[in-house]
């Protein structure tokens, strides 16, 4: 046997599959741990927690749990990643879906297929941001909806460990090849006014990840001075690793951004699902900024519309929309919540601190192409740069960005911030712990995979920021 996994665990679950070359039956061993399957979406390291055995258990097990007619899968520029929704393609046809193979794609062109073609669902073969010797998945449901741990991904798990090799369905599906990039590029196009958009110079770090492959049919169809830096997909990400929330990997696109006098700075993920925005001054913009900025632009298009924002965000974004007549609503962290939500209210757009949004337009899911097209017309709309529209904000509104502390009693933590800091403002439990004093206002919640406490808080002056931060992070590390 091929021990791919570098040795039996009591963690991992192996199940034998057979195939059969001119030699006989080869039993050959699959490796797939259940810690991969996370809260949102499937990720662990290739061939140590989750082979190809493993992708083809967990497309059979998807397709049994969901009975999906037909689905799409893509994958990203990851070394493992075309063998991988191979493999996975095949477990779905197996159990009996049609499957549309699109090839090199981003996340949100599988997202955007489910939508526009109204299929029962998709996988995109991908691990985003994580480093390269990683793979994972992200699966959604009819319309784009995402399958998660409260949304079926729990059940995936438990079928997929169950399997005991490959077996085929009374009827296989088909496996066609479809062409997803024509639809998907008038789709995106279709957000702004070109004739709008000026010829502003900016700078995009792709990371050698997917927005490489997917900025180049949108770039010529702008008149912007583009300057394209590590556009040549790579899965062994030779620069940086595609993460921009880490400021170690924001290090070249802010330095470019100085360098090249450009109007603002554009830095992607992975999987190019997220876009991260530095200023012509080379400060990066956080994502609540962003949101409002983008929120504005939308009720610009729509006036009256309904935006959805994370629970973390600046007041920036809630007084931002009802500035602009639009209605704010407040909601908890993670996309397979922000989704839901959207659709439940109609909601136009939607934004996260962490950098995904959302768009009605685009099936309820999140781009990080549209988000930068739209910027672009922002930027060239009101004729200013960045740094002077963002003025306005950071004079008005000061945050800690997100802070992280190990603790050893989640819950035990959260109850004793609550009665410390309870009584100076109004408490909410929507995600985690949220105060709201008036002048301050802070969110801690729990990570969804380590023993962590994340904090938010915000206050109207930068003195009373930092003496509330450091209160709190002073009773979380106690």
Request: glycine share 10%; with cysteine; charged share 25%.
């Amino acid at each position: 046997m091929n021990d791919r996994g570098g040795g039996e665990s009591p963690a991992k679950s192996r199940f034998q599959a057979e195939k059969r070359g001119e030699s006989g039956a080869v039993s050959i061993l699959a490796v797939l741990d259940p810690k991969v399957f996370k809260a949102y979406d499937v990720r662990g390291i290739y061939q140590a927690e989750l082979d190809e055995e493993g992708a083809y258990a967990i497309g059979r097990a998807y397709v049994e749990q969901f009975e999906p007619r037909r689905i799409a899968v893509g994958h990203d520029m990851r070394l493992s990643s075309p063998a991988m929704a191979e493999a996975l393609t095949n477990g779905a046809a197996d159990a009996g879906s049609d499957v549309l193979q699109l090839g090199l794609v981003g996340t949100e062109m599988v997202y955007f297929a489910v939508g526009d073609l109204e299929l029962d669902g998709g996988v995109a073969v991908t691990a985003s941001h994580n480093p390269k010797e990683y793979t994972g998945m992200k699966i959604v449901r009819r319309g784009a909806l995402p399958v998660g741990g409260e949304s079926g991904l729990l059940e995936i798990r438990e079928r997929a460990l169950k399997l005991s090799g490959r077996s085929q369905a009374a009827a296989r599906g088909r496996i066609e090849p479809h062409d997803v990039w024509p639809a998907y590029l008038e789709r995106v196009l279709s957000f702004v006014e070109l004739e709008a958009i000026k010829p502003l110079r900016v700078v995009i770090d792709a990371a050698n990840g997917m927005a490489g492959a997917m900025l180049p049919p949108v770039l010529e169809r702008l008149p912007i001075d583009a300057v394209r830096c590590y556009f040549e997909p790579d899965g062994t990400f030779p620069n940086h690793e595609p993460n921009p929330l880490l400021p170690e990997n924001r290090e070249f696109i802010v330095a470019k951004t100085l360098e090249e006098h450009a109007d603002f700075g554009v830095a992607f993920d992975g999987d190019a699902d997220r876009c991260f925005f530095v200023d012509d001054a080379g400060e990066f913009v956080p994502g609540d900024f962003v949101t409002a900025l983008l929120a504005a632009s939308v009720l610009e298009k729509e006036p009256g519309a309904k935006i959805i924002y994370d629970l973390r965000a600046s007041w920036a974004v809630p007084e931002t929309v009802e500035h602009a007549g639009g209605v704010p609503l407040v909601n908890r962290v993670g996309h397979a919540f922000i989704k839901h939500r959207m659709r439940e209210e109609g909601a136009a757009f939607g934004g996260e601190v962490s950098g995904h949004y959302y768009f009605r337009g685009f099936s309820q899911a999140d781009s990080g192409v549209v988000p930068f097209l739209l910027m672009l017309e922002l930027v060239s709309k009101q004729g200013r740069r960045l740094s002077d529209i963002l003025a306005a904000y950071r004079g008005r509104y000061f945050l800690t960005g997100e802070l992280n502390t190990p603790v050893d009693d989640v819950a035990g933590k959260l109850r004793e911030l609550q009665e410390r800091f309870g009584d100076e403002g109004e408490v909410s439990h929507l995600d985690g712990v949220s105060i709201d004093a008036g002048d301050w206002h802070m969110n801690v919640r729990p990570s969804n995979t380590e023993p962590l406490l994340r904090l938010n808080l915000e206050a109207r002056t930068p003195e009373l920021m930092e003496r509330k931060r450091d209160e709190v992070l002073a009773a979380i590390r106690s």
